[in-house]
């Protein structure tokens, strides 16, 4: 699942192409890729996407609509009169055809982008398809009020890379079982998943299934540094590619070439050259070396 560095990339690529296009027109080609707000489809035609932000593993992309009274602010969000709330979940992607491009395999929504109010790019006209092979993925298109009290958004916990090592060492600890859960846990941090949490663990020298409750605040600083650091590191790689990962102009990451325990199960480990164990932690595949990561 595309988890921070990943939907960061998408974000990124996604607005050079998009920001400033007129939405014209939206084709709905598989019902449950549309969560919410059926009803303001129509609304959506006319207006114009303003930013791609993202927000935990959510992209979203903020529209403005000329005839609309005040927007209200969506915390942590830019300003916008209507939002797309993308969850690209397993398989979701991005892509920007020409005019009258057909329908894919998976393409799941068609958003027909009209002409773009950016003096660089005036005339461009397109078709961003939203594909998803599994269909885990969803579009939910949300008024401001609705989006501000949305539980599964104001649930999220702080972006790990927004605040600092003391706020994410607080974070973690905010809850029991083991730190393997507690990075996986939107609640506490967002947009963390498997790679980054398996990766930060390793650098960090925690065993994954460790308890919360028996590190220490330095080891638990540690491993918001080493968090901070993969991300940090693969957010500059334009994330990791593994499964049908593509950013949204097509290209790989290559973060993947940097992991020295995610996927690596029964390989050496790349420090110490001990064989790399696999278990299950939090009920997720988990991959990490008995001997560099101790248990306390
Ligand atoms: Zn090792």
Partial sequence: MPELPEV?????????????????SVHVLHSASLAAGAALLPALAGSRIARVARRGKLLVLCLEHDAD????????LPK???????????????FV??????????????????????????????RLFFDD????????????????LWGFFTSLGPEPLSVGNEDIAQALKRGGGNIKAALLDQRRLAGIGNIYADESLFQAKIAPQTKISALSRN???RLAVSLRAVLEQAVRECGSSIRNY???????????????VYGRKGEKCRIC????????????????????????
Avoid at 8 to 24: F, H, N, P
Avoid at 69 to 76: E, F, N, R, S, T
Avoid at 133 to 148: E, H, K, Q, S, W
């Fill in 8 to 24: 960061e990339t998408i974000a990124r690529t996604l607005a050079l192409q998009i920001v400033g296009s007129a939405i014209t």
């Fill in 219 to 221: 080891a638990l600083l």
């Fill in 133 to 148: 092979i599994r269909t885990f993925g969803y579009c939910r298109v949300m008024l401001p009020n609705d989006f501000a």
């Fill in 69 to 76: 009274a005040v927007p209200v602010l969506v915390p942590g």
């Fill in 246 to 260: 593509r950013d949204a102009a097509g290209n790989a990451g290559s973060f993947q070439n940097s992991f020295m």
């Fill in 80 to 94: 916008a009169s209507l939002y797309l709330v993308f969850h690209l979940k397993m398989t979701g992607s991005f």
């Fill in 97 to 126: 055809h020409p005019p009258e491009t057909a329908a894919l395999k998976h393409t799941r929504l068609i958003f027909d982008l009209g002409e773009n109010s950016r003096p660089e790019k005036p005339t461009t006209r397109g």
């Fill in 273 to 296: 050259g001990t064989t790399l164990l696999g278990s299950k932690v939090a009920g997720r595949t988990t991959v990490h070396c008995p001997r560099c990561q101790k248990l306390p």
